[in-house]
Every structure is written in structure tokens, then in C-alpha cells.
């Protein structure tokens, strides 16, 4: 059983341009979560999606961030007009209950 | 406001002697609790968990955490560190409100030197 599964690891982006963010959960996981962690600082909770569905969206921000898990294929997160603030490691888990399982992340930099 | 603490940023100790790692938690209800190791440029990893039952709880690597329901802490330990323990320690806490939703402390760096 694989594990989580997150691409690419490391994403170049222009100010200004998107970046997309692919998760494919562990097989059977029907949670995703996402998570924003910077250098000194501890992962921050953006979004919690089931298939088809964001449940907990409180740690997104208001704008330009956008999070889909659709009923078939990766969980998307997607982030519009990059600043360079965007730059940080972005980290998906799965879950089937209570205990996470995470990828080993995205690395974005923003030039 | 809910939130977890992890007050050290980092915590040195000599390999064979025991470690500590603080976490205290401001979160309302029965939540569950963690701990996580992150290796570097790795993703996180499950170390242990408590949901209900005895206080001390063991996991993996030796580890162990005891949960203080009267101080809202759940402090990680080790009897005897490794220099292969050095790594990023996260406490963190699943809100148990019908989701799975899990708030992460900031993180706390253990530096086990041989």
C-alpha cells in the first residue's frame, strides 16, 4: 500500500503565475488535509476535504487559494497570482480515522 | 482561542541520558492527542497517540507520553535518547468534533549529541 503521494516536490513559480499542488491520498483514506508549514514555525492548518466535499476550509485564505478532492483522481491545492509570502513547504495527509498520514511534501519557491 | 504549545523551541540532551519534550494544550471537550517526528525534508510521522484509558502511552522508537488531564499537558519522553532521535518533535491535538480536523504545535527540536 503506498503511502501518500504529493508532486512535484519542489515547485518554481513567478510572481504572479499559479501553482498547483497534487495529493493522492492513501488507498482507502477518504479524508485530506492540507497544511502550510514555514521555516520556524509549525504546520497550519488550511483545509479538510472528503471525496467531493471541503468541510473545514478555516485556514484557507480568503483569496487565491483554492482546495478540491474530486471523486476521482488527486486532491488539488491551487494558488492563484503567487506572491513571494506563498513560499513555504505544503504538506498533504490522509487519514481513515484519527491518525494522519502525510506525504513528504511541496516544496514551493516563489522568485 | 484553541491552540497547542510547545514552549521549548529546542531541547539538547547527551545520548543515554533521558529527554522531555513539553506540550501543553488550550482546547475545549476530549480531544485526542499526538505526537509526530519529522525527519529532515521528510514528511511527518505518527509516533503515539492518547485517546482514553492509562495516562502513559507508548509508541514508537522507545517513545513514551503522559497525559495530565489536570495540567492539560502531554509531555513526550525517553529514558534514554539516541543520536538517531535528533529530529522535529510535533505535538498536536484532533478536536474530536466529528471531523478529524488536527491543530499541530509549533515544534520543538531535539538535538541528541553523542
Known amino acids: 500500500n503506498a503511502g501518500v503521494m504529493q508532486n512535484p516536490r519542489h515547485l518554481v513559480r513567478r510572481r504572479g503565475q499559479e501553482a498547483r499542488l497534487r495529493c493522492s491520498p492513501m488507498k482507502g483514506h477518504s479524508h485530506v488535509y492540507w497544511y502550510r508549514q514555514l521555516p520556524e514555525e509549525g504546520l497550519k492548518f488550511m483545509v479538510y476535504l472528503q471525496k467531493e466535499n471541503i468541510i473545514d476550509e478555516s485556514g484557507m485564505p480568503k483569496e487565491r487559494f483554492s482546495a478540491e478532492f474530486p471523486k476521482e483522481g488527486p486532491s488539488i491545492l491551487r494558488i492563484q497570482q503567487v506572491v513571494r509570502g506563498d513560499s513555504a513547504a505544503y504538506f498533504c495527509a490522509s487519514s481513515p480515522e484519527e491518525k494522519l498520514f502525510f506525504g513528504s511534501g511541496t516544496q514551493l519557491s516563489v522568485l | 482561542a484553541q491552540s497547542v504549545a510547545q514552549p521549548e523551541d529546542q531541547v539538547n540532551v547527551a545520548e543515554g541520558n533521558p529527554l522531555t519534550v513539553k506540550c501543553t494544550y488550550s482546547v475545549s471537550g476530549n480531544p485526542y492527542l499526538f505526537w509526530y517526528v519529522q525527519y529532515p525534508n521528510r514528511g511527518l510521522q505518527f509516533l503515539l497517540k492518547?485517546?482514553?484509558?492509562?495516562?502513559l502511552v507508548k509508541g514508537s522508537y522507545g517513545f513514551e507520553a503522559e497525559f495530565n488531564k489536570s495540567q492539560t499537558s502531554f509531555h513526550l519522553k525517553k529514558p534514554s535518547a539516541l543520536v538517531s532521535d535528533s529530529a522535529l518533535y510535533f505535538c498536536?491535538?484532533?478536536?474530536?468534533?466529528?471531523?478529524?480536523?488536527?491543530?499541530f504545535g509549533a515544534g520543538t527540536r531535539l538535538f541528541v549529541k553523542a
Open positions: 492518547y485517546i482514553t484509558g492509562d495516562n
Open positions: 498536536a491535538v484532533n478536536l474530536n468534533t466529528g471531523g478529524f480536523k488536527t491543530i
